[in-house]
């Protein structure tokens, strides 16, 4: 079925799932952002997506992304974002690529990241990836971490905290992922009363699965993947 419908259909479906789940919660589409997920899809496809109007591109890893992005360079208006694992010793290609680097978790690499915006003289934006459901595979920080990180970020003219991001347990049934999503709602609601300085508007979560569960509980950047580009 996949297989037989078109890049630029998979993509109105996609904004027709958004437009119906924004609107059952009482939201704007527009108030949703859409993160195609290239991640192991050549750049052809990244252009056929940003034909089809696709704007905002995730990738999970430095290198890929280097080489697939940057060269040719995508159009101006294009915004690229990290959202897999981030090593430090990467920070520096990052921190110039990526115009939101949505995957910052740890203590080290936001050291890391702040002598790299010192370098290119203007602060990064950033996402704190949060392990809402504490799986011990997932990256993102312990939710009782969030409230430190996030003031180390707040802290440090190298950052723009924009908000929070977070992975959802993969479950059978997305209403199961709500939780997980209203927890990250909850903590960023807990973090901007403590940073009344910084919007924290940015709420990343939902993937191919489960995006309009994520849009109930107020997600405005959803990450598809699959859903966009098919079967990886
Ligand atoms: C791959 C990936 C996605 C997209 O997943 P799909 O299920 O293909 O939509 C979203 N977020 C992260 C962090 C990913 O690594």
Same mark, same amino acid.
């Given at each position: 079925?996949?297989?037989?419908?078109?890049?630029?259909?998979?993509?109105?479906?996609? *904004?027709?799932?958004?437009? @119906? %789940?924004?609107? #059952?919660?009482?939201? /704007?589409? +527009?108030?949703?952002?859409? !993160?195609?997920?290239?991640?192991t899809?050549?750049?052809?496809?990244?252009?056929?997506?940003?034909?089809?109007?696709?704007?905002?591109?995730?990738?999970?890893?430095?290198?890929?992304?280097?080489?697939?992005?940057?060269?040719p360079?995508?159009?101006?208006?294009?915004?690229?974002?990290?959202?897999?694992?981030?090593?430090?010793?990467?920070?520096?290609?990052?921190?110039?690529?990526?115009?939101?680097?949505?995957?910052?978790? *740890?203590?080290?690499?936001? @050291? %890391?990241?702040? #002598?790299?915006?010192? /370098?290119? +003289?203007?602060?990064?934006? !950033?996402?704190?990836?949060?392990?809402?459901?504490?799986?011990?595979?997932?990256?993102?920080?312990?939710?009782?971490?969030?409230?430190?990180?996030?003031?180390?970020?707040?802290?440090?003219?190298?950052?723009?905290?924009?908000?929070?991001?977070?992975?959802?347990?993969?479950?059978?049934?997305?209403?199961?992922?709500?939780?997980?999503?209203?927890?990250?709602?909850d903590?960023?609601d807990?973090?901007?009363?403590?940073?009344?300085?910084?919007?924290?508007?940015?709420?990343?979560?939902?993937?191919?699965?489960?995006?309009?569960?994520?849009?109930?509980?107020?997600?405005?950047?959803?990450?598809?993947?699959?859903?966009?580009?098919?079967?990886?």
């Amino acid at each position: 079925m996949l297989e037989q419908t078109t890049l630029a259909e998979r993509i109105a479906r996609v *904004r027709a799932q958004v437009a @119906d %789940a924004a609107l #059952r919660a009482g939201r /704007r589409p +527009e108030d949703v952002t859409i !993160v195609a997920v290239c991640k192991t899809f050549p750049r052809d496809a990244v252009d056929a997506a940003y034909l089809a109007g696709m704007r905002h591109f995730g990738e999970n890893r430095v290198q890929e992304a280097q080489g697939k992005l940057s060269d040719p360079p995508m159009p101006a208006d294009a915004m690229l974002h990290l959202i897999g694992q981030l090593q430090s010793n990467k920070s520096r290609p990052a921190a110039s690529l990526f115009g939101l680097i949505e995957s910052v978790d *740890r203590l080290s690499l936001i @050291d %890391a990241l702040e #002598r790299e915006a010192e /370098r290119l +003289e203007r602060p990064i934006p !950033v996402l704190l990836q949060v392990n809402v459901a504490r799986e011990p595979q997932k990256s993102g920080c312990a939710p009782e971490d969030a409230p430190m990180l996030a003031a180390r970020l707040a802290a440090s003219p190298a950052f723009d905290l924009q908000g929070l991001m977070t992975i959802a347990p993969l479950v059978p049934d997305p209403d199961l992922a709500r939780p997980t999503f209203a927890g990250l709602r909850d903590l960023r609601d807990l973090l901007r009363a403590a940073h009344p300085g910084h919007a924290l508007d940015v709420l990343s979560m939902g993937m191919s699965d489960d995006y309009p569960a994520a849009i109930a509980e107020g997600a405005t950047h959803i990450r598809i993947g699959r859903a966009i580009f098919g079967t990886r």
